[in-house]
Protein backbone atom coordinates (compact mmCIF):
# COMPACT_ATOMS: atom_id res chain seq x y z
CA UNK A 1 0.00 0.00 0.00
CA UNK A 2 1.44 3.21 -1.06
CA UNK A 3 0.44 6.52 -0.11
CA UNK A 4 1.74 10.35 0.64
CA UNK A 5 0.45 10.94 3.86
CA UNK A 6 3.30 13.05 6.40
CA UNK A 7 3.32 12.00 9.63
CA UNK A 8 5.51 13.84 12.16
CA UNK A 9 6.75 12.23 15.37
CA UNK A 10 8.62 13.75 18.48
CA UNK A 11 11.19 12.41 20.23
CA UNK A 12 11.68 13.15 23.48
CA UNK A 13 8.06 11.24 25.88
CA UNK A 14 6.61 9.80 22.42
CA UNK A 15 9.28 7.48 20.52
CA UNK A 16 11.75 7.35 24.12
CA UNK A 17 10.45 8.07 27.62
CA UNK A 18 11.45 12.03 28.61
CA UNK A 19 15.04 11.80 29.46
CA UNK A 20 16.38 15.01 27.55
CA UNK A 21 19.04 15.73 26.84
CA UNK A 22 19.84 11.93 27.72
CA UNK A 23 17.70 9.27 25.25
CA UNK A 24 15.64 7.47 27.37
CA UNK A 25 14.17 4.05 26.78
CA UNK A 26 12.57 3.30 23.41
CA UNK A 27 8.27 3.35 24.43
CA UNK A 28 6.79 0.47 23.59
CA UNK A 29 6.17 -0.88 20.35
CA UNK A 30 7.15 2.60 19.25
CA UNK A 31 9.70 1.39 16.76
CA UNK A 32 7.31 -1.56 15.63
CA UNK A 33 4.77 1.00 14.82
CA UNK A 34 6.72 3.57 12.90
CA UNK A 35 8.59 0.53 10.78
CA UNK A 36 5.25 -0.86 10.33
CA UNK A 37 3.93 2.78 9.29
CA UNK A 38 6.96 3.15 6.41
CA UNK A 39 6.58 -0.09 5.20
CA UNK A 40 2.82 1.05 4.41
CA UNK A 41 4.08 3.88 2.09
CA UNK A 42 4.04 6.66 5.28
CA UNK A 43 6.71 9.26 5.32
CA UNK A 44 8.00 9.88 8.84
CA UNK A 45 9.37 13.30 9.57
CA UNK A 46 11.45 13.91 13.05
CA UNK A 47 9.37 16.70 14.30
CA UNK A 48 11.54 17.51 17.92
CA UNK A 49 12.72 20.64 19.72
CA UNK A 50 16.12 18.48 20.02
CA UNK A 51 18.53 20.65 17.84
CA UNK A 52 23.02 20.09 17.21
CA UNK A 53 24.17 17.27 18.56
CA UNK A 54 21.35 16.15 20.59
CA UNK A 55 19.56 16.08 17.70
CA UNK A 56 22.56 13.92 16.30
CA UNK A 57 21.79 11.70 18.99
CA UNK A 58 18.18 11.17 18.15
CA UNK A 59 18.63 10.10 14.66
CA UNK A 60 21.58 8.11 14.97
CA UNK A 61 19.56 6.14 18.02
CA UNK A 62 16.48 5.62 15.85
CA UNK A 63 18.56 4.90 12.94
CA UNK A 64 20.28 2.24 15.03
CA UNK A 65 16.79 0.96 15.87
CA UNK A 66 15.60 0.29 11.98
CA UNK A 67 14.08 3.76 11.23
CA UNK A 68 15.36 6.29 8.68
CA UNK A 69 12.82 9.73 8.69
CA UNK A 70 11.70 11.31 5.34
CA UNK A 71 12.90 14.64 6.99
CA UNK A 72 14.31 15.96 10.31
CA UNK A 73 12.68 19.25 11.46
CA UNK A 74 11.72 20.50 8.20
CA UNK A 75 8.79 19.84 5.67
CA UNK A 76 10.89 17.74 3.17
CA UNK A 77 14.54 16.72 3.09
CA UNK A 78 17.33 19.63 2.33
CA UNK A 79 14.38 22.52 2.99
CA UNK A 80 16.21 25.40 3.84
CA UNK A 81 13.96 27.67 6.31
CA UNK A 82 13.44 30.93 5.60
CA UNK A 83 11.86 32.93 8.26
CA UNK A 84 11.23 36.19 6.05
CA UNK A 85 9.22 33.94 3.89
CA UNK A 86 7.92 30.85 5.86
CA UNK A 87 6.20 29.60 8.89
CA UNK A 88 8.18 27.30 10.97
CA UNK A 89 4.56 25.13 11.10
CA UNK A 90 5.66 21.57 9.50
CA UNK A 91 3.72 20.27 6.21
CA UNK A 92 2.32 17.06 7.71
CA UNK A 93 -0.92 14.95 7.58
CA UNK A 94 -0.68 13.46 11.26
CA UNK A 95 1.40 15.04 14.28
CA UNK A 96 2.17 12.42 17.11
CA UNK A 97 3.31 14.17 19.70
CA UNK A 98 3.28 13.17 24.18
CA UNK A 99 1.79 16.94 24.60
CA UNK A 100 -1.37 16.02 22.38
CA UNK A 101 -4.83 17.03 24.14
CA UNK A 102 -5.43 14.36 26.26
CA UNK A 103 -1.94 12.96 26.51
CA UNK A 104 -0.34 10.01 24.66
CA UNK A 105 -2.52 6.95 24.25
CA UNK A 106 0.30 4.22 23.50
CA UNK A 107 1.74 3.08 20.19
CA UNK A 108 -1.06 0.68 19.48
CA UNK A 109 -3.25 2.87 20.17
CA UNK A 110 -2.10 5.30 17.60
CA UNK A 111 -1.87 2.86 14.64
CA UNK A 112 -5.38 1.93 15.14
CA UNK A 113 -6.17 5.61 15.00
CA UNK A 114 -4.17 5.89 11.71
CA UNK A 115 -5.50 2.86 10.08
CA UNK A 116 -9.11 3.28 10.71
CA UNK A 117 -9.16 7.13 10.10
CA UNK A 118 -10.36 7.83 13.48
CA UNK A 119 -11.45 11.22 14.52
CA UNK A 120 -12.79 13.12 17.46
CA UNK A 121 -15.12 15.29 18.36
CA UNK A 122 -16.38 17.35 21.51
CA UNK A 123 -19.73 16.61 23.48
CA UNK A 124 -19.78 18.78 26.40
CA UNK A 125 -16.85 18.48 28.65
CA UNK A 126 -16.23 14.92 27.26
CA UNK A 127 -13.72 14.05 23.77
CA UNK A 128 -15.51 11.32 22.01
CA UNK A 129 -14.05 9.53 19.36
CA UNK A 130 -15.83 8.34 15.64
CA UNK A 131 -14.60 6.88 12.83
CA UNK A 132 -14.83 8.63 9.00
CA UNK A 133 -15.64 5.12 7.79
CA UNK A 134 -18.22 3.89 10.41
CA UNK A 135 -20.47 7.11 9.95
CA UNK A 136 -23.66 5.82 9.17
CA UNK A 137 -24.93 7.30 5.65
CA UNK A 138 -27.90 9.53 5.66
CA UNK A 139 -30.84 8.48 3.60
CA UNK A 140 -32.56 10.57 1.89
CA UNK A 141 -34.61 11.01 -1.14
CA UNK A 142 -31.82 10.57 -3.29
CA UNK A 143 -29.65 8.26 -1.45
Not at 20 to 49: D, N, V
Amino acid sequence: MLNNKKIAVDFDGTIVDDAYPAIGKAKIFAFETLKRLQAEGYRLILWTYRHGKTLDEAVEFCRNNGVEFYAVNSSFEGEVFNPENQSRKLDADWFIDDRNLGGFPGWGEIYNIIQERIEFRVEGKEVLAYSKLKKEKKKGLFW
